[in-house]
């Protein structure tokens, strides 16, 4: 009879311990359920602050141009640009060169990089951006970036393409190609 | 301390088919030797060189080294920026060429023209001419006994002379090769 009542109980322990595990169980799945949630809300709200506060440059093409110099100079290539900073760091446009492809009178190609002219007139546009220019977090920039082409550096080759190729203070670099210049005359025109 | 080493394709080596040397108002008025490459597979090289002709001077970082295995050989590998990316390495043997190396790491300087096999300096002074600056990065030290060491062994093989009694023999032809090439004109 006493072996009987002691295994009724003993069965009805483990059932309860069984039970409350059971439920132990599912209580921790759901913290850990809650915590994930919490977990994935703090990991995009602190990625979405590290993208806002990654050095970024945005850089468009508004125009290009071409003229020659009067004064028995080259043929200038200005591209004005917009340069966008959709960061929370400061930056700076630091350099800007103009990478010409062209074809040899020997068939073979080449890339020249000029370097941007900081004090040129663009004629009947106003003068050229002078570099180093600040660029605020979340500002923008817009100016005309000059480049001569001096008398004589294709060596009678064919240009074939023209890309802006601006660098900044943050490391970055961006580049924009002008598949039209637009023939401005020269600088008596202006 | 184990020296750094860097692998060279063999086919990326620019030969030099002449050499010569100019005085200018750089370097103080020092010789600098006039390298002519074969540029016949290189039309970059002689491009970039046309260029310099009409842009302003460019980047370019520079590094001297001696060859691993063979202890004649030198190698100097340039590599240019602007106006043009290029990528050059150049090889001389210290016992037929070591005074041109000698004179462009005392100059810290030296003039690469354009050209093909047969070209002589004096064919056409006028060519174009690039003036690319060495400056002074640690190498002379390596140089010095790279040179010595090389001429004591060929003269020491040539004379059948212990590399003893070769070695000051060596230091007098260099001085002699120096005094030669690397006088100084008088500037005006």
Same mark, same amino acid.
């Given at each position: 009879?006493?072996?009987?009542?002691?295994?009724?109980?003993?069965?009805?322990?483990?059932?309860?311990?069984?039970?409350?595990?059971?439920?132990?169980?599912?209580?921790?799945?759901?913290?850990? %359920?809650?915590?994930?949630?919490?977990?994935?809300?703090?990991?995009?709200?602190?990625?979405?602050?590290?993208?806002?506060?990654?050095?970024?440059?945005?850089?468009?093409?508004?125009?290009?141009?071409?003229?020659?110099?009067?004064?028995?100079?080259?043929?200038? =290539?200005?591209?004005? =640009?917009?340069?966008?900073?959709?960061?929370?760091?400061?930056? @700076?446009?630091?350099? @800007?060169? %103009?990478?010409?492809?062209?074809?040899?009178?020997?068939?073979?190609?080449?890339?020249?990089?000029?370097?941007?002219?900081?004090?040129?007139?663009?004629?009947?546009?106003?003068?050229?951006?002078r570099l180093p220019a600040s660029l605020a977090n979340n500002g923008a920039l817009s100016g005309w970036l000059v480049f001569e082409?001096?008398?004589?550096?294709?060596?009678?080759?064919?240009?074939?393409?023209?890309?802006?190729?601006?660098?900044?203070?943050?490391?970055?670099?961006?580049?924009?190609? @002008?598949?039209?210049?637009?023939?401005?005359?020269?600088?008596?025109?202006? | 301390?184990?020296?750094?080493?860097?692998? $060279?394709?063999?086919?990326?080596?620019?030969?030099?088919?002449?050499?010569?040397?100019?005085?200018?108002?750089?370097?103080?008025?020092?010789? $600098?030797? *006039?390298?002519?490459?074969?540029?016949?597979?290189?039309?970059?090289?002689?491009?970039?060189?046309?260029?310099?002709?009409?842009?302003?001077?460019?980047?370019?970082?520079?590094?001297?080294?001696?060859?691993?295995?063979?202890?004649?050989?030198?190698?100097?590998?340039?590599?240019?920026?602007?106006?043009?990316?290029?990528?050059?390495?150049?090889?001389?043997?210290?016992?037929?060429?070591? $005074?041109?190396?000698?004179?462009? *790491?005392?100059?810290?300087? *030296?003039?690469?023209?354009?050209?093909?096999?047969?070209?002589?300096?004096?064919?056409?002074?006028?060519?174009?001419?690039?003036?690319?600056?060495?400056?002074?990065?640690?190498?002379?030290?390596?140089?010095?006994?790279?040179?010595?060491?090389?001429?004591?062994?060929?003269?020491?093989?040539?004379?059948?002379?212990?590399?003893?009694?070769?070695?000051?023999?060596?230091?007098?032809?260099?001085?002699?090769?120096?005094?030669?090439?690397?006088?100084?004109?008088?500037?005006?």
């Amino acid at each position: 009879m006493l072996v009987a009542i002691s295994q009724e109980a003993a069965n009805e322990w483990r059932t309860f311990a069984a039970i409350a595990s059971a439920s132990l169980a599912f209580l921790a799945l759901m913290v850990s %359920l809650a915590n994930r949630r919490t977990a994935k809300k703090a990991l995009s709200l602190s990625e979405a602050q590290e993208e806002r506060r990654a050095a970024r440059l945005d850089l468009s093409l508004d125009e290009s141009v071409a003229w020659r110099a009067d004064s028995g100079g080259g043929r200038y =290539v200005g591209m004005k =640009v917009t340069a966008v900073n959709a960061s929370d760091r400061d930056g @700076a446009l630091v350099r @800007a060169d %103009l990478h010409v492809t062209y074809e040899s009178t020997a068939g073979h190609s080449h890339l020249v990089k000029i370097p941007h002219t900081g004090d040129a007139s663009i004629p009947g546009r106003g003068e050229s951006l002078r570099l180093p220019a600040s660029l605020a977090n979340n500002g923008a920039l817009s100016g005309w970036l000059v480049f001569e082409i001096a008398p004589g550096l294709l060596g009678g080759g064919h240009a074939s393409r023209y890309d802006a190729v601006v660098s900044d203070s943050r490391g970055l670099v961006e580049v924009v190609q @002008a598949a039209v210049l637009h023939d401005i005359g020269s600088d008596a025109g202006a | 301390m184990r020296r750094p080493t860097k692998k $060279i394709p063999v086919g990326g080596i620019v030969d030099i088919v002449g050499n010569g040397a100019m005085a200018g108002t750089v370097a103080d008025g020092v010789m $600098i030797p *006039v390298l002519i490459l074969d540029t016949r597979d290189r039309p970059d090289i002689a491009e970039l060189i046309r260029i310099h002709t009409v842009l302003a001077p460019g980047d370019v970082r520079f590094q001297w080294g001696l060859h691993a295995q063979d202890k004649d050989l030198v190698l100097l590998e340039l590599a240019f920026d602007r106006p043009m990316e290029v990528q050059l390495h150049l090889c001389f043997g210290i016992e037929d060429e070591g $005074i041109l190396v000698d004179a462009a *790491v005392r100059a810290q300087a *030296v003039y690469l023209q354009a050209g093909k096999p047969g070209d002589r300096l004096r064919h056409n002074v006028d060519a174009p001419k690039l003036l690319a600056e060495l400056p002074s990065t640690g190498f002379e030290r390596d140089w010095e006994k790279a040179f010595l060491g090389r001429m004591t062994a060929v003269l020491a093989k040539s004379m059948g002379l212990p590399r003893r009694r070769a070695r000051p023999q060596a230091r007098e032809l260099i001085d002699e090769m120096r005094e030669k090439a690397l006088f100084r004109f008088p500037q005006s």
